[in-house]
């Protein structure tokens, strides 16, 4: 079930891509999100080394550009939208994860900014 769920995120991610964006959700974002489900989704009580590496990552290429910043977010809105999260979870991530929250992963994310 699990692998369902995630495959049809990575799809929803692919197909809600930003026409000519620099960042693509299918191959750069999704797969840094998706190591971090098991945390997210409240199956596990901590993130993994490489949930946390993804992010770091992220949060990197985000605060390179500001196209960079959009088209992330615009990624992670798509999965905001699309699964159940534990937001409570997802506010813990940059201090377990050691990385600025310059995205943050929540229900009403705005990424006009």
């Not at 079930?1 to 999704?30: H, S």
């Not at 390179?64 to 979870?89: E, G, L, R, W």
């Amino acid at each position: 079930m699990t692998k369902i769920i995630l495959t049809l995120f990575a799809l929803a991610l692919i197909v809600g891509q930003i026409a000519n964006a620099t960042i693509q959700c299918g191959t750069d974002v999704a797969p840094k999100i998706i190591i971090c489900f098991s945390f997210l989704l409240g199956r596990a009580t901590s993130p993994s080394q490489d949930c946390c590496v993804g992010l770091q990552s992220l949060a990197k290429t985000a605060a390179a550009s500001q196209p960079n910043h959009k088209d992330i977010c615009n990624c992670i809105k798509v999965a905001v939208q699309t699964f159940a999260m534990d937001y409570s979870k997802a506010k813990q991530l940059p201090q377990l994860c050691n990385y600025p929250s310059i995205i943050p992963i929540e229900s009403n994310l705005d990424c006009s900014k």
